[in-house]
């Protein structure tokens, strides 16, 4: 922390300080991913989900076919598939935790909102 994080910590009221909490303070992790679940977009995280585990699926039964191949053309196209799995579950899974980050900052935002809207009524009765 600096000086200006202790400067605004120390002009805030003690419910507006505990309100927004330590630096430190926020979702853990397994709250954010179900916080996915609960957002405007869990039909499409849902399914990304789904998807994500049927391509698991698809991209082991690659990797064994891959080793149970003779030919050298088999075992290209199961290792094909199986670098196409990996590269859409990577992709699955970095679109899913900017969906976190974004529920993340948008709590965030809400807060300084909050106490923005607290300081203009205050600023209001004087």
Known sequence: MNDLDDQIR??????????????????????LVFSTLRSRNWLVTGSMVVVSLIVMGISIWCVFRFFDSQE?????????????????????????WMEMQRIAITREVKKVELLTARLLQELNAK
């Open 72 to 96: 050298t053309k088999d075992m290209l196209a199961y290792g094909f598939g199986f670098l196409l799995g990996m590269f859409m579950i990577s992709f699955m899974k970095i679109w899913f």
């Open 10 to 31: 120390n002009a805030l009221s003690s419910q507006d300080a505990e309100m927004i909490g330590g630096p430190d303070d926020g979702l853990r992790i397994d709250q």
